[in-house]
Each structure stands twice: as structure tokens, then as C-alpha cells.
């Protein structure tokens, strides 16, 4: 591999690649143009790289097996070039879970992102957040049998102890010197489509255990209510403010809990049942 081409495993977008191994190429050759790539990877127009880097186009089977030659790429790059284009190009949310599990789980990237990798893990199994919380018990310790019991519902030793190690790697969960354990609140950074995944994940996962809570939970142990309306926009962004001034309001008295002893999770959620009015529908990537 020539020292000016960049290094795939940097990446999460394969169009942000292409562009750093097209920019990269410029400043170092004198060769490097659309027109060369197009060449190169047998595409009949010049453009149609440069419309796919906008995000314009998005790429096929047969355009991406002449791409990774045309890029030079080895067989391990070429792997991971596919699984980004999955990744990116994925419709569906399980889809893109799907095609994130595959890049995560090469090597490479590993070592090169291991913080996306953890995070994506913590954001999209429920009993993570909940173990991270469990710490600001005074009697908690990191013993995989012991936390997997303590929750509801209980899981599996060796998804605990999963659990715990992703925690302490991202630094949610620290040791003091004197062996104590404690909640950490560490500055994390991860590439935008990779949080808004996890992220809804977790939402998806938190809704399933508040349905599972009505037959695991007593009633006297939880509170569950809806309420269903018909209201103006301008009332659903000031529901929108009130919500969230009450959340402040709910986490400053948690936060002032002097003797906590059990997780709980509170969800708030505001979405519509209709159309307010008719949507223009969005037209679909071309795909070659």
C-alpha cells in the first residue's frame, strides 16, 4: 500500500474514505483524478464517483467489487469496504444493526475504534445503563454472578461480565485505589451515525422492559400511564419544554438521593398517531 493512501480502518462512511483517498491522491500524485478512478474501476461516466462521494448515488454489488480494485484495496480492506457500504446504505434499523456487528467485529477496526465499538455496546443492551446506575449502591461489587441477580429481569453471568468489562473500558465505572467502585462520567466521542444507532437501541430496549415490568413488577413497585390527545403544533412544542424542565426536575432530586438502594428507569415519550398534514415522499438514492 502506498504511504499517501489513508487508512480505511479510520473510517465509518466509506464515502468519507473515498473522499480522504481522493483528496490524499491529489496532494501526492499527479494521476489521481475522477476521471483516472472512473478509468480504472471501468464506470462509463467520470461523474458517477463524485456523485456517489456526495451521497448522491449509492453503490451496487458490481460497482463495489470494481471499486476495491480500482482503490487497490487487499482482501482484509476489501472486507471491511463492504461492510461499510452495508452499513451506509442500510434502510432498516436492523438492518444497520446488523451491518454494524459485522464491522465491529473485525479486527482491525477494533483496535483502530475500539471507543464506537464499546459505546454501540453499552447504548444497545438495557442492563448496561441499569449496572452503571447499580454502582451508587453502597453494597454493590463487581461480581458477575451477583450483579446478573440483582436484576430485573435477571440475565446471564457471562452477559454481566461482558457488561462490567465494556464499563470499566469506557471509564462508566471506576476503581479507586482502595478498591471502591463508583459511577464515572467520562467525555465520550463517537461518530454521529453510530450514537444515533445505539441511541435507539436503547430507546427500543427500554420500551420492552417497560412493557415487560407490567407482568415482572408489582404494581405497587411501578407507575405506568398514557394519555392520548389532539392538540395544535404549537402545543406539542410546549409539551415538548414542559417535558423536559421536568426531567431536570426528576434528575436533580435523584441526583440528591443520599441513600440510593434500587435502579429504576423513567421513560418519557411524545410522538403523534396522525399526520398533521401530507408528506412529500422522499426519493430514493439511485443505486448502479
Known sequence: MSDWKPSIYEHLDFRSYLTAYYDAGKANTRVISYRYLARRAGFSSPSYLRHV???ERNLGPDSIDRLVKALDLGKAESDYFRALVAFNQAVTQEE?????????????????????????????????????????RRDFRDDPAWVAS????????????????????????????????SRGDPSITTEHEVQNLGIGNYHRQMLE??????????????????????????TVQELKRRVHEFRELLFDLCDSDENPSIVYQINTQLFPLTTAELQTPKSSKKTK
Open 150 to 181: 440483582q436484576l430485573v429481569p435477571t440475565i446471564k453471568n457471562s452477559d454481566a461480565r461482558k457488561a462490567l468489562k465494556v464499563l470499566f473500558e469506557l471509564e462508566l465505572l471506576v476503581k479507586s485505589d482502595d478498591g471502591v467502585i
Open 53 to 55: 462521494m456526495k451521497g
Open 209 to 234: 422492559q417497560a412493557s415487560k415490568s407490567i407482568e415482572l413488577v408489582d404494581r405497587e413497585m411501578r407507575d405506568l400511564a398514557a394519555m392520548t390527545v389532539c392538540i395544535s403544533k404549537e
Open 96 to 136: 444497520k444493526n446488523l451491518a454494524f456487528e459485522r464491522v465491529a467485529s473485525i479486527q482491525r477496526f477494533r483496535k483502530a475504534r475500539r471507543i464506537d465499538g464499546a459505546l454501540f455496546e453499552y447504548l444497545s443492551h438495557w442492563y448496561y445503563p441499569a449496572i452503571r446506575e447499580m454502582a451508587a
